[in-house]
């Protein structure tokens, strides 16, 4: 899973999954939801991120994988 913020646009991409995205769903306005070719979900796309989700603090917990932070 990856986390990507785009501070020009104040828009979040969560990457849940590699594979590529072939339907997007708006569930709410701005808040679209990708799928892949077998309807499972693989992304979740928010605009105006900083004023739906709390950016300023991720809390990982007792996740089974490798953390890595990134910073650009």
């Known amino acids: 899973m990856r986390l990507n913020y785009?501070?020009?646009t104040d828009s979040l991409y969560i990457?849940?999954?590699e594979r590529p995205s072939v339907e997007?769903?708006?569930?709410?306005e701005g808040v679209v939801l990708d799928y892949d070719a077998s309807g499972n979900l693989v992304g979740i796309d928010i605009d105006n991120a900083s004023t739906k989700v709390?950016?300023?603090?991720?809390?990982?917990?007792?996740?089974?994988?490798?953390?890595q932070t990134v910073v650009a």
């Open 54 to 67: 709390q950016l300023k603090e991720l809390i990982l917990s007792k996740l089974p994988g490798k953390v």
């Open 15 to 17: 990457d849940l999954s």
């Open 24 to 28: 997007s769903r708006e569930i709410s």
């Open 6 to 8: 785009h501070p020009e």
